[in-house]
Structures are given as C-alpha cells and as structure tokens.
C-alpha cells in the first residue's frame, strides 16, 4: 500500500478567523476514502487560529502566538477527533519542529511512532510544536514540514491543500490569461526566489514559495508532489482515487 502525506492549510480549515466545522467535515470524508487506498499522515495546520478563535489575544509577539498554539491546538484536535469518529477512525498528534529531522535518533522514534499508527489504521496528525520552538528551529510553515514529513516517513507522494489551486505560469491576481501548470518536472532556486515575496493568506504563513521549496525537496529525492485547492476537493479525490488530474499541478521528476 503506498503512503501519503496530505498537508491542509490553516486558510483551508478556517473561515472568517474561526475553525469551520464543514471544511474539516469534508476533509475527513476525504480522509477516510483515500485510507481505503493509501497509508495517510495528514499535517494540518490551524492551531493559532483554533486559538485565536478561543480567546480574544492578538498575534503580535512570539510569546502571544505560542500561547494561541497551545489554546487551539487541543481544540484543533478534539474537532480531527470529532469528525472521524463518525467512520469509527482514531487519530494521533504528533507535535515536531525542524530540530526533530535534524537528528537521526529523533527522526527514527518519530518515524516509529507514525509506522505504528498506520499499522493500526489510526490517523496521525503533524502540526509544528509552535508552543515550544524559537526561532531557530522552526519551520516557520508547515509546507516544509510535511515535505521533510514525506521524506523522512518513507511516503511516496506529498500532496498540498491550498487556498492555491495550482502552479501558475503567471499571477493570476494579476493576469487573467494566467494558467495552471499542469506538471512541473523540475524547479530551480532561481524560479522560487522569484516568488518569496508573495506571501500567504492572514491566518497562514506560507505562500507559493513555500509550496515550490516543498515540492523541490521531493523533487530532489526523485519524489512527486501535487498542489490542489483544500476548497474544492473533487479535484485531488480525482487524482487519488481515479488517477484523473482535472486541476493543479503535479510536480514529478
């Protein structure tokens, strides 16, 4: 059975500041279906926006975003917990930062700990431990934390659930002739330096470019990764589950 990592972000699972119960819903409907097929780790974000939503506390230092991750991601989890449960699934958290894939013994009990879970068809959830890390150890996103997720975990694709529904050949804000690429068989740092500026939504901290550094540390491992809309699932259910890309972009060496 082949592994996955399915990476959602926090503007996926929220609307308007607050977790939406319907998104996360349709998530596990999702969920549930692809572990018919697949092996699944799912790294999701929303626990500072889980907590924001929880209690009335700005973003506006380390120490405020760090309490707002520890308030929201017990709920974060009690809702994963809550809607699985309708298909009689379990999930687990697993909370890790970047110093956790920076050692071997670490990784290896992490790594352990996820094989397990999948033997018992429990669901493992990732998020980055955002009420413990500093600067400098933390990824900062969690696109490159399910890429290293990926990697690390032995799974044979990443696939990115995005307010982003793809890799376009220009700024679709921008260009209305822009169009998404359907598959992307390489990327350079130069092509991604192009893209650092163009942040994310509010209630996340990614944006194309990390999406790009995430598929190019797949890539590099002769990996596939695929970016697709979290708003409109029938799109990656089509690719997982009918091999049909109707939409995003592949990205396969």
């Keep these: 059975m082949k592994k996955i990592v399915i990476k959602v972000g926090s503007h996926v699972l929220s609307d308007d500041g607050k977790i939406s119960?319907?998104?996360?819903?349709?998530?596990?409907?999702l969920l549930y279906l692809l572990m018919q097929k697949y092996e699944v780790i799912l790294v999701s974000s929303g626990a500072i926006a889980c907590?924001?939503?929880?209690?009335?506390?700005?973003?506006?230092?380390?120490?405020n975003k760090q309490i707002l991750a520890a308030i929201g991601q017990a709920h974060l989890m009690q809702v994963y917990t809550s809607s699985l449960s309708r298909y009689g699934k379990?999930?687990?958290?697993?909370?890790?930062?970047?110093?956790?894939f920076d050692s071997r013994k670490r990784t290896n009990y992490a790594k352990n700990v996820v094989l397990g879970l999948l033997k018992l068809g429990v669901l493992p959830i990732i998020n980055e431990n955002d009420a413990t890390a500093t600067a400098e150890i933390v990824y900062g996103d969690n696109d490159r934390l399910s890429a290293a997720a990926a990697l690390h975990f032995g799974a044979d694709m990443l696939v990115m659930l995005?307010?982003?529904?793809?890799?376009?050949?220009?700024?679709p804000r921008t260009n209305k002739n822009a169009k998404i690429r359907k598959i992307?068989?390489?990327l350079d740092d130069d092509e991604i330096s192009t893209h650092t500026n163009k942040s994310g939504s509010k209630h996340g901290t990614?944006?194309?470019?990390?999406?790009?550094?995430a598929a190019k540390m797949l890539l590099d491992e002769n990996k596939s990764a695929f970016l697709a809309s979290g708003f409109d699932l029938s799109v990656v259910k089509d690719f997982l589950?009918?091999?049909?890309?109707?939409?995003?972009?592949?990205f396969r060496a």
């Design 21 to 29: 119960l319907a998104r996360v819903d349709s998530l596990c409907d």
């Design 51 to 63: 907590g924001q939503a929880q209690i009335n506390l700005e973003r506006d230092s380390v120490l």
């Design 90 to 100: 379990f999930c687990a958290q697993l909370l890790l930062n970047a110093s956790d």
């Design 162 to 171: 995005s307010d982003i529904d793809g890799y376009y050949d220009a700024d």
């Design 184 to 186: 992307v068989s390489a």
């Design 206 to 213: 990614g944006g194309i470019a990390t999406k790009l550094i």
């Design 241 to 250: 589950l009918n091999d049909k890309q109707n939409g995003g972009t592949l």
